[in-house]
């Protein structure tokens, strides 16, 4: 989650990966989600997501029960970027003395959603903490063998699309930290503020995409610039992408203007739509298959195989640099 990335988080992993056996069979570290075949024909796919006091939340900011959907919601967007199904999931929290009733409005928000997309809570662990709060879901799915999202799935001549609208829930984190009162009841804010705290995880979406033949998607955890990376080195793809072409939150661009909202899209994440990869002649095929109300817009292209993969960054044509911190015109 990209309130929680270090600098050096994905290099520290890898040192991590190092240390372990090397897998024989299935999908290991590196993608949404690990997936292996307990028999064939069968496809199990596994992901966990911890959110921490501090880091990803504040409990003046967010309600418990918003919390405990969005614990949930984070996993079931791994799965979605899988094309996965889930199933059911396990809840650890740490509480500090005196959090038992905000526990139990925690599981009202993560009961919510685990009814509406079928998940099943079957067990966890419950320990005490000094501080601070920590929430961990670990969720298991199923998917087809033959129709797993893939970050690698990407070819030469693909299209890059995007899911819904970009830099919301990032905007409505902006808001709070700017902490103005009078933008904050503006009603621009509702949407902006409900994407940050109630993410809806694309599951309907991923289904649908996996059904309809497309190889390779990831979710929109860490910002659209992170997410093209993600895909064009686990592909070894050399990717375009036109940021004029995002479908940036209208509610963002009203209350931050369009450049700080272009911004977010790029870099400020938790949108938890999906960014995939899909054959033009391919796309037609998608859009038929598509959920109600989810939008796609097309915004690059995979321009070419490369070794380690690399993405460009388009604007009005010019390649520009985007910065950790946003953009900066060559
Ligand atoms: P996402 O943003 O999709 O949740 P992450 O960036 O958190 O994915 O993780 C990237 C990959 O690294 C995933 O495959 C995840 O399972 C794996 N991973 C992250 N942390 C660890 C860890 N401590 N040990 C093993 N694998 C890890
Ligand atoms: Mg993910």
């Given at each position: 989650m990209n309130a929680s990335r270090g600098v050096g988080e994905f290099d520290l992993i890898e040192r991590l990966a190092a240390r372990l056996a090397p897998l024989e069979s299935g999908l290991g570290i590196g993608d949404d989600a690990a997936a292996?075949?307990?028999?064939?024909?069968?496809?199990v796919?596994?992901?966990t997501d911890m959110?921490?006091?501090?880091?990803?939340?504040?409990?003046?900011?967010?309600?418990?029960?918003?919390?405990?959907?969005?614990?949930?919601?984070?996993?079931?967007?791994d799965l979605a970027a899988m094309g996965a199904r889930p199933g059911r999931a396990l809840v650890s929290i740490a509480l500090l003395p005196g959090q038992a009733d905000l526990a139990e409005q925690l599981y009202d928000g993560i009961a919510e959603l685990a009814r509406i997309t079928g998940a099943r809570v079957v067990g966890g662990d419950?320990?005490?903490?000094?501080?601070?709060?920590?929430?961990?879901?670990?969720?298991?799915?199923?998917?087809d063998p033959d129709r797993l999202l893939r970050r690698g799935g990407a070819w030469p001549g693909d299209l890059l699309v995007v899911s819904g609208s970009v830099g919301a829930s990032a905007a409505g984190l902006a808001l709070l930290v700017a902490g103005d009162a009078a933008v904050l009841a503006r009603p621009e804010a509702v949407p902006l503020l409900a994407a940050h705290h109630r993410p809806w995880p694309q599951l309907a979406l991923g289904a649908a995409l996996a059904g309809a033949g497309v190889r390779c998607a990831i979710d929109i955890s860490d910002g659209v610039a992170s997410e093209?990376?993600?895909?064009?080195?686990?592909?070894?793809?050399?990717?375009?992408?036109?940021?004029?072409?995002?479908?940036?939150?209208?509610?963002?661009?009203?209350?931050l203007g369009p450049a700080r909202?272009?911004?977010?899209?790029?870099?400020?994440?938790?949108?938890?739509?999906?960014?995939f990869s899909v054959p033009e002649a391919m796309l037609a095929a998608v859009e038929a298959a598509l959920p109600p109300d989810v939008r796609l817009s097309v915004i690059g292209r995979v321009t070419a195989a490369r070794e380690g993969g690399a993405v460009r960054f388009l604007e009005a044509g010019v390649p520009i640099d985007i910065q950790e911190a946003g953009y900066v015109a060559f």
């Open positions: 292996w075949s307990p028999e064939p024909g069968r496809l796919v596994a992901t959110l921490v006091e501090g880091i990803h939340f504040r409990l003046d900011w967010t309600t418990a029960r918003d919390l405990g959907w969005k614990a949930l919601a984070v996993n079931l967007s419950t320990v005490r903490t000094p501080g601070p709060l920590v929430l961990n879901v670990a969720l298991v799915g199923d998917a093209a990376w993600h895909l064009a080195r686990a592909s070894g793809m050399e990717i375009e992408v036109d940021v004029d072409r995002l479908p940036l939150s209208g509610e963002a661009v009203a209350l909202a272009r911004e977010l899209a790029l870099t400020g994440g938790e949108d938890y739509q999906l960014l």
